[in-house]
C-alpha cells in the first residue's frame, strides 16, 4: 500500500506532480477549455473561504489570487470561528468550503450557516461522496486520490491547484485577465509538475537541514505576499509531525513582537522566491541576521545569490512563475517537517491527539 515507501505521508509527498497534472487535465482540456466553464463569476461581489487548518492556508493563498488576478473582494475565515461570529454575508456573494475529508465538523456547519444567505455554495473536496460535496450547489473534487497520513501533503497543493485555475477563470470572467494572459498563466501551470519533480529531488540536501533543525526548540517560519500562508502551513507541519514549537509569521510583522525570540538558537525559515516582494522580505532577514538568528532562506537561485551571504543555511529550488510559487514551495516545507519527523523519531504517519478527520467540534 504504501508502494515501497517507509510513510504514506513520504508516498503522498512524492506524488504530487503527478496528482497535480491530472488535476489540471481535469480542469483544463488540451484546447484551453476549462470544466469551470459553467462558473461565471461576473456578477459575484464578494468571495467568502471558510475551512479548517491546513485547508483554511489552501483558502489564505487563494485570498492574494482572487483578488490580484481577479480583483474579486475575498474574505476568508477559519470554519470554527465563522460559524458562531454571525458574519453577515452578500446575497449576491458566494461562499466556498474547502476540505479534504468534507467531514469536518466546523466546516459543514459553516457551510450551513451560508448556504440561504448567498447565491450560491461551492465547495472544493477531496471525497466527492462526503457530507459537504453533497450539501453545496457545486461541488469540485481536488482528485488528489486517497490522503492517508494525518498531515496533509497532496490534499494541500490539489487545493491550491483547483483555488488557483477558479481565480484564473474568475479574473476571466470580470475582465481583468484578457484570453492571452490567461492562456500564459495556463502555460505556466503545465511546468509545476516538472518543477516539483526538481523540488523532490531536492530530498537528501533537506534530510542534512532537518537533522540540524530536530536540535531547535522553537522554529520561525517567514513570508511576505502569497507566501506568508505558506510560512503558516510550514510551521503547522512541523509542529503537528516532529513536536517542535514552531511558529508563521507575515515578514513584516516580525518587527512588532516576534522580533523578541530571536537568538542564535532560533532558526529562522525565510521562503522567498525572487519576486517583487523579495527585497522587503531581505530586509526582514538581515534584521533576524543581526540579532544572531539562523537563517535558513529557502529561494531559487537568483535569490541565493543575491540574498544568501551569512545566511546559517540556503535551499536553491528551481525559478517559478510567480504566481505559483506557493504550490512548488509546499514541497520543501513539507520535506523538512517529514524529515524532521524522522530524525526525531516520531510517528509521521499518526501523530499523537491527532485525527485524520475532525468530525466532532
Ligand atoms: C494538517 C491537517 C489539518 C486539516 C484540517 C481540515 O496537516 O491535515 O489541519 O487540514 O483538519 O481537514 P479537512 O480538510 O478534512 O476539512
Not at 78 to 99: C, M, N, Q
Not at 171 to 176: A, C, K, T, V
Request: hydrophobic share 45%; proline share 5%.
Amino acid at each position: 500500500e504504501k508502494a515501497g515507501y517507509k510513510h504514506f505521508m513520504a508516498k503522498e509527498i512524492a506524488e504530487q506532480p503527478v496528482v497535480l497534472a491530472d488535476a489540471l487535465k481535469h480542469y483544463v482540456a488540451d484546447d484551453g477549455n476549462s470544466a469551470l466553464q459553467a462558473l461565471d463569476f461576473s456578477g459575484v461581489d464578494r468571495l467568502t473561504l471558510v475551512a479548517c487548518g491546513t485547508a483554511h492556508y489552501a483558502c489564505h493563498v487563494a485570498k492574494y489570487w482572487f483578488e490580484s488576478l481577479a480583483g474579486l473582494p475575498c474574505d476568508i475565515d477559519i470554519a470554527s470561528e465563522f460559524r458562531y461570529r454571525e458574519p453577515p454575508l452578500s446575497d449576491k456573494g458566494w461562499a466556498l468550503f474547502v476540505s479534504q475529508s468534507g467531514e469536518t465538523a466546523d466546516t459543514l456547519a459553516a457551510l450551513r450557516y451560508a448556504r440561504d444567505k448567498v447565491a450560491k455554495v461551492l465547495s472544493v473536496v477531496n471525497v466527492p461522496t462526503s457530507s459537504i460535496a453533497r450539501e453545496s450547489d457545486l461541488a469540485l473534487p481536488i482528485l488528489a486520490g486517497v490522503e492517508v497520513g494525518v498531515a496533509s501533503t497532496k490534499a494541500f497543493t490539489c487545493q491550491l491547484a483547483v483555488l488557483a485555475l477558479m481565480a484564473l477563470k474568475a479574473g476571466r470572467d470580470r475582465g481583468r485577465l484578457t484570453a492571452e494572459e490567461h492562456a500564459t498563466h495556463i502555460a505556466d501551470f503545465r511546468l509545476l509538475p516538472g518543477l516539483m519533480n526538481h523540488a523532490l529531488s531536492l530530498a537528501p540536501e533537506i534530510e542534512k537541514l532537518a537533522e540540524q533543525l530536530a536540535e531547535a526548540q522553537d522554529v520561525l517560519f517567514l513570508g511576505r505576499g502569497q507566501m506568508y500562508p505558506l510560512a503558516l502551513e510550514g510551521a503547522l507541519k512541523l509542529k503537528e509531525i516532529s513536536y517542535i514549537h514552531a511558529e508563521g509569521y507575515a515578514s513584516g510583522e516580525l518587527k512588532h513582537g516576534p522580533i523578541a525570540l530571536i537568538d542564535s538558537r532560533v532558526p529562522v525559515i525565510v521562503l522567498a522566491p525572487r519576486d517583487h516582494l523579495f527585497e522587503k522580505t531581505v530586509s526582514n532577514m538581515q534584521e533576524v541576521m543581526a540579532r544572531h538568528g539562523k537563517v535558513l532562506l529557502m529561494s531559487d537561485a537568483a535569490g541565493v545569490t543575491e540574498a544568501g551571504a551569512g545566511c546559517w543555511r540556503t535551499l536553491t529550488l528551481p525559478k517559478v512563475p510567480d504566481v505559483f510559487a506557493p504550490i512548488l514551495y509546499a514541497i520543501p516545507a513539507q520535506l523538512l517537517a517529514y524529515h524532521t519527523a524522522i530524525a526525531k523519531g516520531t510517528d509521521v504517519d499518526q501523530p499523537r491527539n491527532l485525527a485524520k478527520s475532525v468530525t466532532v467540534e
